[in-house]
């Protein structure tokens, strides 16, 4: 059987009845273009809100816990060395937070094929000194360019240039803790550390990360500056931050440096576990609701076909007894829903494509997201790709029943009947 | 050309029941064999089972008892793929409603059986359509849609779609019973015409006398039996 006679009368058969097969295209156009916007949409927003812990998070954090020692002298007697001793109250002794040997760490780390880029830093509790008031804060020592280069930080930092910060003695204060200082550009604020020693910085830009609480505490000195500030020596480091090329070998990264190495190493999968549950569920609401629509538009097939198979049953019967078999009869009608199904949901693409442009143009401005001017958009193509899938199966099975039905006519019955 | 004797179709006892509202036997050992070349009518009163017979005769109706055979091949019990390759290759058909297809041209509506055999290119089987049509004086009419026809015009229309295969065989359903005198005539001289000059077999159910009266043989049939004409 040639398909181009198939082709040819279901083409016949759709230009007959052209405003049903109209309103069909239009559904199943209807539904992909939904199905695109909206998991465009979705994705866009989760990308964004996972981006705004996720880029600001290394894969890998090293750094050196305060506890007590396992190794008890206890331990180390013959008399009750060999027992399960219990010792309360274990006080950590001589225990400090900066890491040891953190010179020889930063080029192993460096020097690992894996690794896309190593960024230390020191966490300084202090104080920021108003008037009488001390508030409470973190001033975390950075090296901007491998910040910027690896965390976006100039993302984030939204009055001011984050390269000013390699000028020794100055800050970026966090945007809340910023306006409870009503400390400007330009002005110097006074910190004191948790050593005691007070500090006179000069405030160069803003910090807004978009969770509150992180911007109501922290602010961002050059590593150089804090460990000025805290009297250590140029070693002193608190965190070592990596990020790999893929982020998916951080638990096995974090695992065989924390053997190496004896520190504490946190990998991003275990810390954040909680984003990834979130997205995908986001996501698998979105193909929810883009799959309902998509089956409300293929009963619409379903039905249309119906209705098409009652007025054609004459063409049908006549098909039959001029040599067309079942077979070539439930070609014709699955063609016809295929052709109906592509049609609709190659428009469907463009239509979505086009309304994710839209959407992409929206204004959206909030506090909590500095950087985001409009609505964030998922261009991906793998949605074009289900949804263009989606739209032949589902009229591919809205058709197959009314097709089944149309061969199984039979022409004598229709014949007769007149 | 032709060998006259040659049985073109056979129809041994075949019997037909219906059973829907009540069983009743439509067809009672229906028997007889149309030879090669031979223009023949079965005539009867309404409700004696010719139209049946016809169905039957088509293949496009299985549900028989009895035996028959087209061109010396026994088809009963056959697929039904095979059956429609039959119809499509040896049975051309005409109704007494035309049947075209509303959605195509004339020539597409003689076109169709002949791309759906595949024997011959498109560019060839249009040639052969056009042939065809301009025996009956259609090819003015081509490229009309089938629903601007009228209905004499329709008829050759489905005359010409029946030839398009050239069939053993050619069957026609009361193919003048919707039409008026003149178009009647018409179709009959085209009949009388395709038997004369190309031999073609015909087998045309009617029930109106004078059409009967100028075929080869005439089949008579009463209460589902064939009482003259085997």
Same mark, same amino acid.
Request: with cysteine; net charge negative; aromatic share 8%.
């Given at each position: 059987m040639k398909w181009s006679l198939i082709l040819e009368l279901a083409r016949a058969l759709m230009f007959a009845r052209i405003k049903q097969t109209l309103v069909a295209a239009v559904g199943v156009t209807f539904s992909i273009t939904m199905f695109v916007a909206l998991l465009g949409f979705m994705n866009g927003l989760n990308t964004l809100l996972d981006g705004l812990v996720l880029n600001r998070t290394p894969h890998i954090r090293f750094y050196n816990q305060i506890k007590p020692n396992p190794n008890q002298p206890i331990d180390l007697s013959p008399e009750f060395g060999k027992? &399960?001793? &219990?010792?309360?109250?274990?006080?950590?002794?001589?225990?400090?937070?900066?890491?040891y040997n953190s010179e020889p760490i930063l080029k192993t780390l460096n020097a690992d094929p894996r690794v896309r880029g190593v960024s230390a830093k020191i966490a300084a509790q202090v104080f920021y000194n108003v008037g009488s008031i001390d508030l409470t804060g973190v001033v975390n020592g950075i090296d901007p360019e491998k910040e910027i280069d690896l965390f976006a930080f100039q993302d984030y930092v939204t009055v001011g240039n984050p390269e000013d910060l390699l000028q020794t003695n100055s800050i970026i204060l966090g945007k809340g803790a910023a306006d409870r200082m009503l400390a400007d550009i330009g002005d110097v604020i006074q910190i004191t550390t948790a050593q005691g020693n007070k500090a006179q910085l000069k405030v160069v830009g803003y910090y807004q990360s978009g969770l509150a609480d992180f911007d109501n505490a922290n602010s961002f000195a050059s590593i150089n500056t804090v460990q000025k500030m805290m009297g250590e020596p140029a070693s002193y480091l608190t965190d070592i931050q990596v990020k790999l090329h893929d982020f998916n070998q951080a638990p096995a990264f974090a695992n065989e440096y924390r053997e190496i190495f004896e520190i504490e190493a946190d990998d991003i999968q275990t810390v954040n576990a909680q984003f990834e549950t979130g997205s995908s569920i986001r996501t698998l609401i979105s193909y929810a609701v883009g799959i309902t629509l998509l089956v409300v538009s293929g009963f619409g097939i379903y039905n249309i076909l119906n209705m098409m198979i009652y007025e054609k049953l004459?063409?049908?019967?006549?098909?039959?007894?001029?040599?067309?078999?079942?077979?070539? &009869?439930?070609?014709?009608?699955?063609?016809?829903?295929?052709?109906?199904?592509?049609?609709?949901?190659?428009?469907?693409?463009?239509?979505?494509?086009?309304?994710?442009?839209?959407?992409?143009?929206?204004?959206?401005?909030?506090?909590?997201?500095?950087? &985001?001017?409009?609505?964030?958009?998922?261009?991906s193509s793998k949605y074009y790709f289900i949804g263009g899938i989606f739209s032949l199966v589902t009229t591919y099975l809205a058709g197959f029943f009314p097709a089944r039905k149309a061969s199984s006519v039979d022409p004598v019955d229709i014949i007769r009947g007149k | 050309m032709t060998k006259t004797n040659q049985p073109v179709l056979e129809a041994k006892n075949i019997d037909k029941f219906f059973y829907n509202p009540v069983e009743t036997q439509v067809l009672k050992?229906?028997? +007889?064999?149309?030879?090669?070349?031979? +223009?023949?009518?079965?005539?009867?009163?309404?409700?004696?089972?010719?139209?049946?017979?016809?169905?039957? #005769?088509?293949?496009? /109706?299985?549900?028989?008892?009895?035996?028959?055979?087209?061109? $010396? *091949?026994?088809?009963?019990?056959?697929?039904?793929?095979?059956?429609?390759? #039959?119809?499509?290759?040896?049975?051309?058909?005409? @109704?007494? @409603?035309?049947? #075209?297809?509303?959605? =195509?041209? !004339? #020539?597409?509506?003689?076109?169709?059986?002949?791309?759906?055999?595949?024997?011959?290119?498109?560019?060839?089987?249009?040639? *052969?359509?056009?042939?065809?049509?301009?025996? =009956?004086?259609?090819?003015?009419? !081509?490229?009309?849609?089938?629903?601007?026809?009228?209905?004499?015009?329709? *008829?050759?229309? !489905?005359?010409?779609? !029946?030839?398009?295969? /050239?069939?053993?065989?050619?069957?026609?359903? $009361?193919?003048?019973?919707?039409? /008026?005198?003149?178009?009647? /005539?018409?179709? +009959?001289?085209? @009949?009388?015409?395709?038997?004369?000059? @190309?031999? *073609?077999?015909?087998?045309?159910?009617?029930?109106?006398?004078?059409?009967?009266?100028?075929?080869?043989?005439?089949?008579?049939?009463?209460?589902?039996?064939?009482?003259?004409?085997?």
């Open positions: 027992g &399960v001793n &219990v010792i309360r109250s274990i006080k950590p002794s001589n225990s400090r937070l900066a890491i004459d063409t049908i019967a006549i098909l039959k007894a001029i040599g067309f078999n079942s077979q070539d &009869v439930k070609r014709i009608f699955i063609t016809i829903a295929l052709s109906i199904g592509f049609i609709g949901g190659t428009l469907g693409l463009l239509f979505g494509y086009l309304s994710c442009l839209g959407i992409e143009r929206i204004p959206f401005e909030t506090d909590a997201l500095p950087t &985001v001017k409009t609505y964030p958009i998922d261009f | 050992k229906v028997s +007889f064999t149309i030879n090669r070349g031979e +223009f023949v009518s079965v005539v009867g009163k309404s409700g004696c089972g010719k139209s049946t017979l016809l169905y039957i #005769l088509s293949t496009m /109706d299985t549900d028989y008892k009895g035996e028959l055979l087209i061109d $010396e *091949q026994v088809i009963n019990g056959k697929h039904s793929n095979y059956l429609s390759r #039959l119809r499509n290759e040896k049975i051309g058909f005409v @109704f007494q @409603f035309h049947y #075209l297809l509303n959605e =195509f041209s !004339a #020539l597409e509506n003689v076109l169709i059986p002949g791309l759906k055999l595949g024997k011959y290119s498109r560019e060839e089987l249009e040639h *052969q359509a056009m042939e065809k049509l301009k025996i =009956f004086d259609m090819q003015d009419h !081509a490229l009309k849609k089938a629903n601007q026809l009228s209905g004499g015009q329709k *008829q050759r229309v !489905a005359i010409a779609r !029946a030839l398009i295969n /050239d069939p053993l065989l050619i069957m026609g359903d $009361e193919p003048t019973g919707n039409l /008026d005198k003149k178009n009647a /005539d018409i179709v +009959f001289n085209i @009949f009388k015409e395709l038997t004369a000059e @190309f031999h *073609q077999t015909i087998l045309i159910v009617t029930h109106d006398p004078e059409f009967a009266e100028g075929t080869d043989r005439i089949i008579e049939m009463e209460d589902g039996r064939v009482i003259s004409g085997q």
